[in-house]
T-cell receptor, first 109, second 118 residues
């Protein structure tokens, strides 16, 4: 299973944009890039996914590099409720989600 | 209405006991999963069932036996509990991931069962 690399932690100020990077240099052509987040004492929550093109939904945007070896999750205006661990995951045909250590996002008021 | 619900939320028991955790989803999904999150917060898949059939088994000890009476339920039974089984166990569900574009089906997780072995 292809691996992802994320910074251990990041900080942001409330109401500012946040860019969470992810490197996945061994991604295969059929791997989808998924992002999940885990709020304290809760189960993981789906955020967004993409294959090649940039994606937007109500929660976030996903910017995918042209060579697909990296991607960035963008939260347009961070709120205190966005403080969580964010996981970048490559998902292939088996459907398995292989979680790494993720990025712990702190949001300061 | 809770989409994926697990019971109990907390489970404290002695080493050597047998216990079960129940999971139910009301999303109409046909695939369910069990994950384990250890004390270092690493989340790891244990099992996956599609339409009551086991499709993923990630080298989990035989003491762990999942049971799927129907596609809306996936229970986890653990025999002879050990100290190392202490963790948070998460149940999840999705439409069958399959191949190609189907592999983008998001998974929906429950809030977890915190198992503590004394």
């Amino acid at each position: 299973d292809a691996k992802t690399t994320q910074p251990n932690s990041m900080e942001s100020n409330e109401e500012e944009p946040v860019h969470l990077p992810c490197n996945h240099s061994t991604i295969s052509g059929t791997d989808y890039i998924h992002w999940y987040r885990q709020l304290p004492s809760q189960g993981p929550e789906y955020v967004i996914h993409g294959l090649t093109s940039n994606v937007n939904n109500r929660m976030a945007s996903l910017a995918i590099a042209e060579d697909r070896k990296s991607s960035t999750l963008i939260l347009h205006r961070a709120t205190l409720r966005d403080a969580a661990v964010y996981y970048c995951i490559l998902r292939g045909g088996t459907g398995k989600l292989i979680f790494g250590q993720g990025t712990t996002l702190q949001v300061k008021p | 209405d809770t989409a994926v619900s697990q019971t109990p939320k907390y489970l404290v028991t002695q080493m050597g006991n047998d216990k079960s955790i129940k999971c139910e989803q009301n999303l109409g999904h046909d695939t369910m999963y069990w994950y384990k999150q250890d004390s270092k917060k690493f989340l790891k898949i244990m099992f996956s069932y599609n339409n009551k059939e086991l499709i993923i088994n990630e080298t989990v000890p035989n003491r762990f036996s999942p049971k799927s009476p129907d596609k809306a339920h996936l229970n986890l039974h653990i025999n002879s509990l050990e100290l190392g089984d202490s963790a948070v166990y998460f149940c999840a569900s999705s439409q069958f991931p399959g191949q190609g574009t189907s592999s983008n089906q998001p998974q929906h997780f429950g809030d977890g069962t915190r198992l503590s072995i004394l």
